[in-house]
């Protein structure tokens, strides 16, 4: 057996025939897991002639899904309230104090030509009954139907009604409101133990009521509206233009490629040299690269393209800061910002110098600018980490086509300058705690992981990392048992360093408050029960993340919901668990290659994006950056290819959801139905989002398959066929961040 395994790995040819095979088997086991749990999280659909259960809404943790919607934001309130139920139990509340249509609302996928019942409960406060006016209700958006509303200030009362869908429907929006079309109204209400479910047939004299949406539609059928095909040509024509970018991109890169391997030097030395023949030295290509870089992210960051959702948001926390104290930000956003302190820093200082411009036409942008100057600055820095990592007998042109690959990286470039993410930062961060603990500096190692974790939570994926390292040291390290412990002692110490010198300025006026953890209400430190209202506000398989739980249907689905009697946040976790197994057994495994730590990194990032739950569509990002150390230090084309693979998905994934959130802000802010904005907002199912997924999912799958055979020495063994570039006899032959291998 031995011999053959070893007959195989020798011959090229057919161990290239087995890892295919391998991997087809993969993705093939993938594919099936995916229909099977997606039949399975369908199993429990009734057949013909039994009621199905669409929505059972109690409010009892949370608010099921429901998001908010308003004519007039200015006019209204909302709030979860968990003791105002009808059993003292959770509830929804809608608060007009000027005459406004404002409701809770969510999507319902239903079947065409098919009876359902709608149920709930109203409690309400103040609401006026006068003419043109309509009371609280519980009604389907973009329907003119007569439903039942409640007026004056009347307890609990039972909402019942029956409709059927019309053909080709296969969605309706429901809203729980205060006010209709054309019925503005004040006053407040509450709302509880809604359901929705599909009947087999009607009650006797029942009325029913018809759910088409006929409020965008010109004519009796159900054809798209001339209003969705504009939405729909909006949005073709932005993803044209990504995907034409795209291409471009994808062809420089291949270019650069080509001319670096052209002219690395395999038996010859060649310099740099400019279109007009002038030789060029490694500083000049350098400062090229880094000033046309930085001048891309300048005009992208000043164009209007961006996601207004997050900068908006980002704008409204720093002036808020700014205006009520910076001391008091978790006071004054208490319900409002979700982000650690050392965030509220760089709003504060991007808010404060803002102010300075006041004077300025065009202040807006500048602010804009200065949000994403931060993330940009990062790009730059983690650009010349990687020109360290090189080799020094690396030929100039692989030197600069490294700074290169990430300098105008499309996902890199999309993240920062027009996103406006800190997503560089975090990875700058991660980057530096891996790099110093390699080094066996821990202490700076444990300060630059806990300033990342107060930067953003996902920072704490690394965590699993540095443990393995940690272990590996212990293990396999001759030092004293005394100093290893001292080593983990500085980890320690460097992370509470981190954690704790940001918080200081709020420390003192937030001090300790109430928190529901485990069903349990807890009284524990502010930080802490900001981290936990952090995960716990985005509680669903998937967030935008085109990812596995995408492929099966549950973007911004509840993770409650349940597979085989078991949650998909069990499910999500059991995966990262695995995820986090797998890697531990291999990074104890391999053996002098200083690039597996950053492979190992960089899988566990994009593993846990591609299969965790709650998982926003740019976690993985961190995972771009450990490829991109991972080709360098190897310099095998295996990891240059990853890298490629998932900077191009990537790109393809961040623009996909930029641009749907753009679409669907602007659709809301122009006074559009939510059934029209809602597929942009909440990224519905497409085929062109289902390939970005499946790319991206079979993506995290290679990259972990390869990991595990690099750490087994089954390839990665230096050859002529694998190395990307030669490498040249040099005095200085070492990169000031390079590892001894």
Avoid at 321 to 334: C, K
Avoid at 567 to 580: E, K, N
């Amino acid at each position: 057996m031995n011999k053959l395994i070893e007959k195989v790995i020798n011959n090229k040819k057919i161990f290239i025939i087995v890892i295919c095979v391998l991997c087809l088997i993969i993705v093939g086991s993938s594919v099936g897991i995916v229909f099977l749990l997606k039949n399975a999280s369908e199993s429990a659909a009734p057949k013909t002639g039994e009621d199905k259960i669409i929505l059972t809404a109690d409010f009892d943790k949370d608010d099921c899904g429901f998001v908010t919607s308003a004519w007039d934001n200015d006019n209204t309130t909302f709030g979860y309230t968990p003791i105002d139920g009808r059993e003292n139990s959770g509830c929804l509340r809608v608060s007009n104090f000027g005459k406004n249509d404002a409701r809770y609302e969510i999507s319902l996928d239903v079947e065409e030509n098919s009876y359902y019942k709608i149920s709930g409960w109203i409690k309400t406060e103040g609401i006026e009954e006068t003419e043109n006016v309509r009371g609280a209700n519980i009604s389907i958006l973009n329907n003119f139907e007569e439903y039942e509303f409640v007026y004056g200030t009347q307890d609990w009362t039972y909402i019942e009604y029956y409709g059927q869908t019309a053909k080709n429907q296969s969605s309706l929006a429901l809203a729980l409101r205060v006010g209709f079309y054309s019925g503005d109204n004040v006053g407040t209400a509450w709302f509880d133990d809604v359901a929705v479910s599909q009947v087999s047939k009607l009650p006797e004299d029942a009325v029913c009521l018809d759910f088409k949406e006929t409020l965008n539609s010109s004519s009796g059928d159900t054809e798209e509206s001339d209003e969705f095909a504009l939405d729909e040509n909006f949005y073709n024509d932005l993803t044209k233009v990504v995907v034409i970018l795209s291409v471009f991109v994808l062809l420089a890169f291949v270019i650069a490629y080509r001319f670096a391997r052209a002219y690395d030097g395999f038996g010859r030395k060649k310099p740099l040299s400019t279109p007009c023949g002038e030789k060029m030295s490694v500083a000049k290509a350098l400062i090229a690269i880094f000033t046309i870089g930085v001048i891309v992210r300048i005009v992208l960051a000043l164009t209007p393209l961006q996601c207004s959702v997050d900068v908006n948001i980002f704008k409204y926390w720093g002036d808020q800061i700014v205006a009520g104290g910076f001391t008091e930000t978790y006071n004054t956003l208490r319900d409002s910002i979700d982000y650690p302190p050392l965030y509220v820093y760089v709003l504060f200082l991007a808010s404060s110098i803002k102010d300075l411009f006041g004077w300025f036409a065009y202040q807006g942008i500048i602010y804009s600018f200065l949000l994403k100057l931060t993330p940009i600055i990062a790009d730059c820095i983690i650009g010349v980490m990687l020109y360290k990592f090189c080799d020094k007998k690396m030929s100039p042109e692989w030197r600069a086509f490294a700074v290169a690959s990430w300098m105008f990286n499309p996902i890199v470039i999309i993240d920062s300058a027009v996103w406006g993410q800190v997503d560089s930062v975090l990875t700058l961060f991660v980057l530096l705690t891996l790099y110093y603990g390699l080094k066996k500096k821990f202490f700076v190692s444990g300060l630059w992981f806990g300033l990342g974790v107060m930067l953003k939570p996902q920072a704490i994926i690394i965590s699993p990392i540095i443990f393995f390292m940690l272990l590996k040291y212990f293990i396999e390290e001759k030092d004293a048992v005394a100093k290893k412990a001292a080593c983990l002692g500085y980890t320690v110490l460097g992370f509470i360093t981190g954690t704790v010198v940001p918080c200081l300025p709020f420390m003192f006026k937030m001090g300790s408050v109430q928190t529901e953890l485990f069903s349990k209400t807890f009284n524990v430190p502010w930080i802490l029960s900001l981290f936990i209202g952090t995960a716990n506000h985005y509680s669903y398989a998937s967030v935008n993340s085109l990812n596995f739980w995408y492929l099966l249907g549950k973007n911004w689905v509840k993770d409650s919901e349940e597979i085989w009697n078991i949650s998909l946040l069990t499910w999500g976790m059991a995966a990262i668990v695995i995820i986090c197994v797998i890697i531990w057994v291999f990074y104890l495994k391999y053996r002098n290659k200083n690039y597996m730590p950053y492979v190992f990194a960089g899988v566990l990032y994009l593993c846990v994006t591609m299969f965790g739950p709650r998982m926003h569509e740019r976690y993985f990002f961190p995972a771009v950056a450990f490829f991109a150390v991972a080709y360098i230090l190897s310099n095998n084309r295996i990891w240059l290819w990853i890298y490629t693979a998932l900077s191009a998905f990537g790109f393809l994934t961040v623009a996909e959801v930029l641009l749907d959130l753009e679409v669907g802000r602007y659709l809301e802010d122009t006074g559009a139905e939510y059934s029209r904005y809602a597929h942009y907002l909440w990224v519905g199912v497409s085929t062109y989002r289902n390939f970005i997924a499946i790319a991206m999912v079979f993506t995290a799958i290679a990259a972990v398959t390869l990991a595990i055979l690099f750490a087994l020495n089954v390839i990665g063994k230096d050859s002529d066929s694998d190395v990307i570039w030669k490498l040249h006899e040099s005095k200085d032959n070492k990169g000031e961040l390079s590892h001894e291998k």
